[in-house]
């Protein structure tokens, strides 16, 4: 069942989708590695659930290639393919008891009664799921039936296995548990899993890498870390969480760089990667409210960036508390505190001083 | 064997355009033999002319149209309207008004009952009103040629022996047996498409209207009416539309006084052997289904009502 | 509980008196003016004189009468097969229908959808005559194969609306879900298609039986001589008893024959009873868990 090759698993190549005039996937090019948990995430309608489908086999690229296992498969029909999915709505079939769904596929590859009573048994305790085989889904509740589509499609020991956004119709709380579980059961059977969401959270928690879609094309592909820290486009610095966007010329200060804004206030910004030539260019910043942070008094000493504001609005969110403050009677940030820290008492129409490292401004290096 | 059609459902995978062509071969081949095929020869009979003892001659006319509309008058010659046809076009257009009007006033009520006052029964109560739907149609006309014979039908029997009447009073071979054999068949038509829709009403609208002072009727007229209108105009037309070619009812119920257009249609061509002017009837009558249907369409479009209806 | 008891009141409060009463009368007058003829059609079967519309004293002879002749037992054999066989043509190709319509972009799909239903809304008396037309000027002889080819294209439609109508509630997801657990799809028709739709195909070959087996006018002019079905013996009946008075013999066929068609949707309704598994429900209970 583990496949340890770390050879590539699935590739796409300049693979484009139109429906009528819009054009769903835009020659996108990717590489998946073989026992890689890999998200597509993306806003309703970026094309990633397109991109999915044309990986199982249920649509047809106009133009590129996709390869499993190094195999052209896009003649290929979607039972020919050794890739499976779990969908949205589960698709659990409700004339088949749970057994019958799991061991579906079994049936069609005409397996022998014992092996696919064995491996239905294996699959099921792999999911916990023991003792139900006798139901119907429609006696499950939401979480189970989870399981259940997750198990009929592991038990054909795909290459490659294809959740859509499997986990949107549960509550939260069951969510998260469904989240760790599908992280063990993915290290568990070493396959490589290809999920799509639109919750960030969901896939910043569970991936080895992620690819941001957004408008049929990757926006940006990385480590949850590289794509919440460093985003390369303002899109994806809002679509994976809260930023305050500051822009500005970029000047010498001191011995680094700084950035001018219009109003006069002067960011000091990592000088990384940044040369003469970008001198004197509009160049913008993006800011995570949780790296700034907020004081009574000036900070003597540490961090670079440190500034005089109002806070102007201020929202209660149980663990912390967003402010809102406002800079030099024009720029306003976000700025997330702590829910146990002092500063998080202050109320709105307080003098404050915010303050951050150089090192958490983001540069969005093109635009 | 395996390979076969393994290789087959490769290629219609590939080919869906395949998939559809060979699934619908046979339908298309037969609705364009039984349904548009009849149809065109009736278009195509239309325009010929009839010669004696039910021969045809092939030369093309207008001919069979402009009898529908205009006569000569036998003493002058000259053209005038051909009443005679006309008041058979005025009469069943008549009916099919007054069957569909009458088929509002009682299914509307009807079918709002049981949409919302129905409760747990909603179901068996429809049921009830769609099961004559199941029974033969000749069968429900004659009960009602049974009930409403003078003097001997069930209803002229209760009222002189009860001494309500002194005379027999005639029910049946005149506009009244008509109507009443056309609301009997075509209330279920009306009930079904207005119930659909009161059903789909959400409740709390109505609530809301009671809630902020509007009287019964008031709730009525501006707000349930004009939320089923879709329902409504789906009711008129499925309705109107088979009552207007309707053929068994006058036939049976109308003692040959009430005829129809599909009465008429009927004779020319087993009566009269007049294939030609039956033809163009046809077309006339098949035209006049169009109109409503389109009209019914376009404004069902315009006003987005045809969502989800029936 | 307390809320229903609100809605209820709420509903139904604001019609007083005179309202309150004629709401539910007029939704009984007309149960009555649907079941009255029937019901007393059938009691009058049993009635002794045949030409008057009084009671006159229980007797079975008129069925005895209608039993005994063989005009009955033949028009029903041409019906039943003419009906039997043009349902089972019509459910296929009406199944095939409905799929091809709601799954499948094709050239030609608005037109093809238009003018399938025309059977719907072209009047039966100018469908009926145009088909006796073409078989005339084809030279078919008209009988029972005229009547199960005209009987197969008007109730296709029928069995097209009613799939149509059960597609919108299958999830379709369902059959890429076993493609992609590797059935092709004949083995996806097979195992996951044909079974989803299995209640909305009984539906439509249930009310496409009664619509084929009572219709009188398209049958009227497409069958032969020597073969005529039940419709056309009752109107034949009819139209005899029009003249003569006696109406004893079709009041008891009228009776067998509503009973018959009235037992036959009971029945397939018991039938789907019995089916252990109905999807209609299934989606019914997820919906109303989350």
Known sequence: ?367 | MRSVRHRLGRFLWQHPGAKAGTALSPIVFWIALFIVGPLFVVLFYSFLTSGPFGSIQYNPTLENYQKTFVANDLRTNEPTPNWLYLNIFGRSLALAFVTTLICMLLGYPVAYWIALRGGRYKNLWIALFIMPFWTSYVVRIFAWMFLLRDPSGFINQLLLQSGLIQEPVQLLYNVTGVLIGMVYTYLPFAVIPLYASLERLDRSVLEAASDLGARPWQRLRYVTLPLTRGGIMSACVLTFVPAVGEYLIPDLMGGSKVNMIGNFIADKFLRDQNWTLGSAMSVILILIVMAILIIYLWRGHRHGILEGDF | ?290
């Not at chain 1, 019958?100 to 064995?118: T, V």
């Open chain 1, 1 to 367: 069942m583990i496949n340890k090759d770390q050879s590539l698993s699935v590739e796409l190549i300049s693979v484009t989708k139109r429906y009528g005039n819009v054009v769903a996937v835009d020659s996108i090019n990717l590489t998946i590695a073989s026992g890689e948990f890999f998200s597509f995430l993306g806003p309703s309608g970026c094309g990633k659930t397109t991109t999915l489908r044309m990986i199982a086999g249920l649509e047809r690229p106009d133009v590129g290639k996709v390869r499993i296992n190094g195999e052209l498969v896009n003649d290929l029909p979607p039972y020919e393919r050794n890739v499976s999915t779990v969908f949205q709505r589960l698709a659990l079939f409700p004339h088949m008891t749970v057994a019958e769904n799991i061991a579906f596929g079994l049936k069609i590859q005409r397996q022998s009664r014992n092996a696919i009573e064995a491996k239905t048994k294996k699959i099921l305790d792999l999911v916990h799921l023991s003792g139900y085989e006798s139901r119907y889904p429609e006696q499950l509740s939401g979480g189970q039936q989870q399981r259940v589509a997750l198990a009929r499609s592991l038990i054909l020991e795909p290459e490659v296995l294809l959740l859509d956004e499997p986990l949107a119709a549960l509550d939260r709380k069951l969510r998260k548990e469904m989240q760790i579980e599908l992280r063990r059961i993915q290290q568990e059977v070493g396959i490589t899993f290809i999920y799509v969401t639109h919750d960030q959270k969901e896939a910043l928690s569970m991936s080895d890498r992620i690819s941001v879609m957004h408008q049929g094309k990757i926006i940006q592909s990385g480590s949850p870390q590289e794509i919440y820290e460093h985003p390369k486009t303002p899109f994806v610095a809002d679509f994976l969480g809260a930023s305050n966007f500051l822009s500005g010329l970029l000047v010498k200060s001191g011995n680094g760089f700084g950035l001018q804004m219009a109003d006069g206030l002067l960011i000091h910004i990592e000088s990384r990667g940044l040369g003469a030539s970008d001198l004197n260019t509009n160049k913008m910043i993006t800011l995570r409210p949780e790296a700034i942070e907020i004081s009574l008094q000036k900070m003597p000493l540490g961090a670079k960036n440190c500034f005089a504001g109002v806070v102007v609005n201020k929202v209660y969110l149980g663990d912390s508390t967003e402010f809102e403050v406002l800079l030099n009677q024009n720029e306003r940030l976000k700025v997330y505190v702590d829910g146990h820290r002092k500063e998080a008492q202050l109320s709105i129409a307080a003098d404050v001083f915010v303050h951050w490292d150089d090192a958490v401004c983001n540069l969005i290096r093109s635009d």
């Open chain 3, 1 to 290: 509980m307390a809320a229903k008891v609100l809605r209820r009141s709420s509903l139904s409060a604001p019609i007083r008196g005179i309202g309150r009463i004629s709401l539910p009368l007029l939704v009984g007058l007309v149960t009555l003016f649907i079941y009255a003829p029937i019901l007393i059609l059938m009691i009058f079967s049993f009635n002794d004189a045949g030409n008057l519309a009084w009671w006159d004293g229980f007797s079975l002879k008129w069925y005895q009468q209608l039993l005994a002749g063989e005009s009955l037992w033949s028009a029903l054999q041409v019906s039943l097969i003419v009906t039997s066989t043009s349902v089972l043509i019509s459910t296929v190709l009406g199944t095939i229908t409905a799929y091809a319509l709601y799954r499948w972009k094709f050239w030609g799909k608005r037109l093809f959808e238009n003018v399938l239903y025309l059977p719907l809304y072209v009047p039966e008396v100018v469908l009926g005559i145009s088909l006796m037309m073409l078989f005339i000027l084809l030279k078919i002889p008209r009988g029972i194969t005229t009547m199960i080819l005209a009987h197969v294209a008007f109730t296709i439609p029928v069995v097209v609306l009613v799939v149509l109508a059960r597609m919108q509630r299958v999830d379709w997801s369902l059959e890429e879900a076993a493609m992609d657990l590797g059935a092709d799809e004949l083995m996806t028709l097979r195992k996951v298609t044909v079974p989803l739709l299995m209640p909305g195909i009984l539906a439509a070959a249930l009310l496409a039986f009664p619509w084929s087996f009572n219709d009188f006018v398209i049958t009227y002019f497409v069958t032969g001589p020597g073969q005529t079905p039940l419709s056309v013996l009752t109107y034949d009946l009819v139209l005899g008893a029009r003249r003569t008075g006696a109406m004893g013999q079709v009041n008891a066929l009228g009776t067998l024959m509503t009973l018959t068609t009235l037992l036959l949707p009971l029945l397939g309704f018991l039938l789907l009873r019995l089916r252990r598994f109905s999807p209609a429900q299934f989606f019914k209970k997820r919906g109303s868990l989350s």
